[in-house]
């Protein structure tokens, strides 16, 4: 369907917005507040996690959920398939709402619905994922309450923007290596850029885990901060 003319300008404040992030993480909370703009809902967040494991990353306006690890909790316990299921659905390019798989009707009478959703006053999600590592995702999840589900508009408004939330993500991950940096310290502090922890770092460099402390130790001397988010952050400044 074709946007009206306002529903672009939305989008481009979406787009703006997620450009403008100055704070050393992918997105900050002014991405959500144009996102609420476009699309008002309930409660937001965008969050970035690997599989079964808490978030290491993310963003909430207007929390009504318990903890991830309370919610994959609750879903695990119905028993039941949750529509939207990021493991299934991380690597989607598309938005999704739950009636793009069950009528609303049907899934009301769901034990998902009845442990995840009810009891937050939650009725309608729409889900949009940005591309990520095997085995993580990286996801927005809009939530509304009783009134109506999304519309095709707020799907394709969605659809318009996600091409560039993920080259923004993608080029934040992209951590420059700061001439004082060695070799080998620009390839851990991309890894850290893209959320890698310690371990899974020195998996994928083929070291310790305490060879990476000592190397994020002194490009933290070197860079003059005390963080791994505070040497992702100098690293951009110093490229910029």
Same mark, same amino acid.
């Given at each position: 369907m074709a946007l009206a /003319?306002?529903?672009? =300008?939305?989008? !481009?404040?979406?787009?703006?917005?997620?450009?403008?992030?100055?704070?050393?993480?992918?997105?900050?909370?002014?991405? !959500?507040?144009?996102?609420?703009?476009?699309?008002?809902?309930?409660? !937001?967040?965008? *969050? /970035? =996690?690997?599989?079964?494991?808490?978030?290491?990353f993310s963003l909430v306006r207007y929390e009504v959920w318990p903890a991830q690890e309370?919610?994959? %909790?609750?879903?695990?316990?119905?028993?039941?398939?949750?529509?939207?299921?990021?493991?299934?659905?991380?690597t989607s390019t598309e938005p999704l709402r739950i009636s793009d798989f069950v009528s609303i009707g049907a899934f009301r009478k769901s034990a998902t619905y009845a442990v !995840? *959703?009810?009891?937050?006053?939650?009725e309608y999600e729409l889900k949009l994922w940005l591309p990520a590592p095997p085995g993580h995702s990286r996801a927005f999840c809009f939530a509304r309450g009783p009134g109506k589900d999304f519309s095709d508009r707020d799907v394709e408004l969605l659809r318009l923007v996600r091409p560039y939330l993920a080259r923004?993500?993608?080029?934040?991950?992209?951590? @420059?290596? @700061?001439?004082?940096?060695? /070799? =080998? %310290?620009?390839?851990?502090?991309?890894?850290?850029?893209?959320? *890698?922890?310690?371990? %899974?770092?020195?998996?994928?460099?083929?070291?310790?885990p305490a060879t990476v402390r000592t190397h994020l130790e002194h490009i933290y001397k070197k860079l003059g901060v005390c963080s791994r988010a505070g040497a992702v952050s100098a690293a951009f400044r110093a490229a910029a």
């Open positions: /003319e306002r529903d672009v =300008r939305l989008a !481009l404040g979406i787009v703006e917005a997620a450009a403008a992030t100055q704070n050393g993480s992918p997105f900050g909370v002014e991405l !959500l507040d144009a996102m609420l703009e476009a699309i008002p809902v309930l409660t !937001l967040d965008y *969050m /970035e =996690r690997r599989f079964g494991e808490a978030p290491a309370e919610v994959d %909790e609750l879903i695990a316990r119905t028993g039941a398939a949750y529509p939207l299921d990021t493991t299934h659905h991380a !995840l *959703m009810r009891p937050f006053g939650v923004l993500r993608a080029r934040w991950e992209r951590a @420059p290596r @700061p001439a004082q940096l060695t /070799e =080998r %310290e620009g390839d851990v502090l991309e890894l850290v850029a893209q959320g *890698m922890t310690n371990r %899974e770092v020195a998996r994928q460099l083929f070291i310790s």
